[in-house]
Structures are given as C-alpha cells and as structure tokens.
Nanobody
C-alpha cells in the first residue's frame, strides 16, 4: 500500500519560511519523480515544483521560482519543499505526489501523477 504523508505546514507571517516534508512508503521511491501541488480555497489544484527521480532535474512554477526549492533524499524516501519569502497568495493546502517518469523528467501535469498525499495546510498572514 503506497502512502505519501506530508508534514511541516503551519501559520507563518509574510516573508517567513517553512519546510514541507513528504515521507513515502510502499513504493520504490528512487524510481519515481516527485512533485508538489497546492490548492487554495475555490481554486483548482496547481503545480508548484517537481524533481526527477535522479534528482538531476527540477522544475518550478513561475509563481514560486527563486523562492521555493524542491529536493529529495532517496535514502530516507522523502521529498522536501523549502519555501522562503512566503506571500499571502501562497496560502493553500500543499500536496505531494509521485509519478513514474524518465531519468530527467519532471512531470508538471496533475494527471501524470499516480499517487497523492492527503495534504498539509500552509497559511501566510499579511
């Protein structure tokens, strides 16, 4: 049974930082590209960042480029999202997801992902 469990969300002031973690189990983690998505109230789930299974390639949404960093530790079956310079518009539930992909591929479309976590709330106050 595949499980993706996010943690690290919370309430932070604008300009602050948070580090999200996603622990995976029940799958060969090092074979999966990993992604982070977010969903704000009343909006569709949107792509945030992705990292290839090799960790050699990353990709970011324009809205977070330069502020967020995705990384992974295949020995710990964990993917991270370091979020700096947070803005109120970053407020959302953040989800991690896993996708079978090629060596450098960083999936950006929701339908490409096979497994999803339950999400963690991030709230940025102004």
């Amino acid at each position: 049974q595949v499980q993706l469990v996010e943690s690290g969300g919370g309430l932070v002031q604008a300009g602050g930082s948070l580090r999200l973690s996603c622990a995976a189990s029940g799958l060969t983690f090092s074979s999966y590209a990993m992604g982070w998505f977010r969903q704000a109230p009343g909006k569709e789930r949107e792509f945030v960042a992705a990292i290839s299974w090799s960790a050699d390639s990353t990709y970011y949404a324009d809205s977070v480029k330069g502020r967020f960093t995705i990384s992974r530790d295949n020995a710990k079956n964990t993917v991270y999202l370091q979020m700096n310079s947070l803005k109120p518009e970053d407020t959302a539930v953040y989800y991690c997801a896993a996708a079978i992909a090629g060596y450098y591929y960083t999936p950006q479309i929701r339908e490409e992902y096979e497994y999803w976590g339950q999400g963690t709330q991030v709230t940025v106050s102004s």
